[in-house]
């Protein structure tokens, strides 16, 4: 799930200044899990943009806003009004914020900050234990991430700093190195405890990340005949 916080309504209001007609757009997914782009959020903005002089003429829930063709499906229902509309302000993540910007010319701003890929551990409490590094590497590190959940992504640890298994950036949590070499004492592998790890490979992370895949002709063929009811 991707991780957001609200952008103060100050913000929000100075990056519309001079103008008046706004659409909002929120999200469906990660935006109403945590809470930024609901139904309950987008209501307030409505409130807080029309306390601030604003015109809503139109607003709408994408079911997750990165999903770029629904989006554009959206923007073409409200046809009249994000033509009438000066701004689209998106209550999403900025993948989310994107989508709109491929289906419009306009002005398009986010009304959230985008922090992390996180995990829900209960309502409202988000932890980040991947950064989508490209090439995993948690079969060594009994399935704890160093790269992401050491303060310092060390691939190898702990570090001097580590003091009563907590880590010396943030007392608070678990040396992420704790972690690791417990779990891996549980499995039975001291091996991977003891081995030194090369330096990691970056280059599978090039920005802007791309993947496209696209089904062959026989594997549609197998799908369908797989699909196929027993008998015929
Ligand atoms: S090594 Fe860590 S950051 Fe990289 S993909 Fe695996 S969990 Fe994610
Ligand atoms: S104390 Fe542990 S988690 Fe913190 S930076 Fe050092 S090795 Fe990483």
Not at 64 to 77: F, P, T, Y
Request: proline share 3%; net charge negative.
């Amino acid at each position: 799930m991707i991780i957001a916080t609200k952008k103060p309504i100050e913000e929000i209001v100075k990056s519309l200044e001079g103008e008046t007609k706004v659409f909002i757009v929120g999200c469906g997914e990660c935006a109403t899990v945590t809470q930024t782009g609901g139904e309950k959020e987008l209501a307030e903005m409505v409130a807080h943009l029309e306390a601030a002089g604003k015109k809503v003429v139109g607003t709408d829930m994408v079911a997750a806003n990165c999903q770029e063709l629904d989006l554009k499906r959206v923007l073409r229902k409200h046809k009249e009004a994000a033509d009438e509309t000066q701004a689209f302000l998106v209550l999403s993540c900025g993948a989310g914020t994107q989508s709109v910007r491929a289906a419009t010319d306009k002005h398009v701003l986010p009304g959230t900050d985008t922090l992390f890929l996180g995990n829900v551990q209960r309502s409202m409490d988000f932890v980040e234990k991947c950064s989508m590094c490209g090439f995993c590497v948690l079969d060594d590190y009994g399935a704890i991430c160093p790269v992401t959940r050491c303060a310092k992504g060390l691939l190898n640890g702990p570090c001097g700093g580590m003091s009563h298994g907590n880590c010396e950036v943030d007392p608070e949590m678990d040396c992420a190195w704790v972690l690791i070499h417990e779990q891996l004492k549980k499995e039975g592998r001291e091996d991977k405890r003891t081995r030194t790890h090369a330096p990691k490979d970056w280059n599978a992370i090039a920005h802007p990340g791309k993947l496209v895949e696209r089904r062959q002709l026989g594997d549609e063929k197998i799908l369908k005949a797989a699909k196929k009811p027993e008998g015929e």
